[in-house]
């Protein structure tokens, strides 16, 4: 069944389907609601505001229209809403992706000054997102990680495509520019080691 049929089946009373449509979407929903706690070291209420973003879905679902959204992008501006009104709460002013999640680990074969290198670039570019303000973050997490088109980004964020295209160019100039140092100073010590 479609997203559509469910969400009518649902609402004609077959409310049991809904679990259905909550899996469909708790992993999304989970990793995307921790990206944004993580900074704010609330990672551990992600649980809690995800389930809290679902039910707050359910209870609104009769005032869901297809024609103004998809279901998944409804959905994504409820959690991101559900997350901004708690980090309010909590006084937290940034939403970040420092340490989120898991390690990537690395092969067997891997040798370990490569897999410390490897979390290192990866660390660096989550404090480079880390950094970027809260729209620009969001938009770059919806794309990147979650891999949205850009009509649901500037649906869920509230902004126009046009405006979400500039939100990702300058998260991404952003992000580009406060990596340059690393990304260049082992290209010039290998030119310097050359010229020995």
Known sequence: MTDSQLIREIKD??????SELMQRYERKIFTFVFHML??????????????ESFYKAYRSLSTFREVEASFS?????IARNTVLSELRRHKHVKVS???????????????????????????MVRRAINN??????????????????????????????????????????SVRMQLEPYVLDPILTDIEGMNR
């Open 38 to 51: 993580k900074s704010a070291g609330l990672e551990a209420m992600a649980d809690d505001l995800c389930q």
């Open 13 to 18: 009373g077959n409310v049991e389907l809904y």
């Open 132 to 173: 970027l303000p809260e729209k620009q973050r969001s938009a770059l997490i919806l794309r990147e990680y979650d891999q949205l088109d850009y009509q649901e980004i500037a649906n869920i964020l509230g902004q126009t495509v046009s405006a979400v295209k500039s939100l990702l160019f300058r998260a991404r100039a």
């Open 73 to 77: 992008t409804w959905l994504y501006t």
């Open 97 to 123: 992706l420092e340490q989120s999640g898991h390690t990537p680990q690395a092969a067997s074969e891997t040798l370990p000054e490569q897999t410390v290198l490897r979390n290192e670039k990866v660390s």
